[in-house]
């Protein structure tokens, strides 16, 4: 089955620094990744779409100079969490989509972020 | 714009027993596909089954089947010998071709011994 790996699983890191999250497709090609945050007993909130080579778009509420994408190849995307601070503490799950219109979202195990 | 509901916050369930999650959505949309993810408190998302809207047929993955209605814009979901390991939080989740998925609350289910 299709692969999603994320890390950290889990980071605690201060006040103003920026925390990069890494989201690889094992064994497919992911034509678009999407992040997403979820806050407890919450439902996924999507932050972003990533398309491979182009830039990402982001949903309405989400500041794309804090949370910086890039999606470099079809097997990574990357998520930078700028200056963060302890609002920003959160889980963030990635996941991948193979091409096609039916394929189902493959996610990450997601990343616990804790912003002292 | 498209929208996911699951009525039902919390359930249970006893074990070896049958439960059934709700959920309706909102489009205009003909072409889309249904999934039903599970949660557990490991908080890995995993799929559960999914559904073409263009098949009649009710999708079946084991002990897991959805009851699609269409014209109601209903797809439940169906656990059928309630087993321990299915304590999790339940989401259901809409995507029409090329769009972004949308998810719905979820549903905490709860399997009591």
């Known amino acids: 089955g299709a692969v999603v790996s994320q890390h950290p699983s889990w980071v605690i890191c201060k006040s103003g620094t920026s925390v990069k999250i890494e989201c690889r497709s094992l064994d497919f090609q992911a034509t678009t990744m999407f992040w997403y945050r979820q806050f407890p007993k919450q439902s996924l909130m999507l932050m972003a779409t990533s398309n491979e080579g182009s830039k990402a778009t982001y949903e309405q509420g989400v500041e794309k100079d804090k949370f910086l994408i890039n999606h470099a190849s079809l097997t990574l995307s990357t998520l930078t969490v700028t200056s963060a601070h302890p609002e920003d503490s959160s889980f963030y799950i990635c996941?991948?989509?193979?091409?096609?219109?039916?394929?189902?979202?493959?996610f990450g195990d997601g990343t616990r972020l804790s912003i002292l | 714009a498209q929208t996911v509901t699951q009525s039902q916050p919390e359930m249970s369930v006893q074990e070896a027993e049958t439960v059934t999650l709700s959920c309706t959505y909102d489009?205009?949309?003909?072409?889309?596909?249904l999934f039903w993810y599970k949660q557990p408190p490991s908080r890995q998302m995993i799929l559960v089954i999914r559904?073409?809207?263009?098949?009649?047929q009710n999708a079946t993955e084991n002990r897991f089947s959805v009851n699609f209605q269409k014209a109601a814009k209903s797809f439940s979901l169906k656990i059928s010998d309630s087993q321990l390991g299915d304590a999790a939080m339940y989401f259901c989740?809409?995507?029409?071709?090329?769009?972004?998925?949308?998810f719905g609350p979820g549903t905490r289910l709860s399997v009591l011994p």
């Open positions: 996941s991948a989509i193979r091409t096609g219109g039916n394929q189902p979202q493959h």
């Open positions: 489009t205009s949309e003909s072409d889309y596909y």
């Open positions: 989740a809409y995507r029409s071709y090329g769009q972004n998925f949308v």
């Open positions: 559904q073409e809207a263009y098949k009649q």
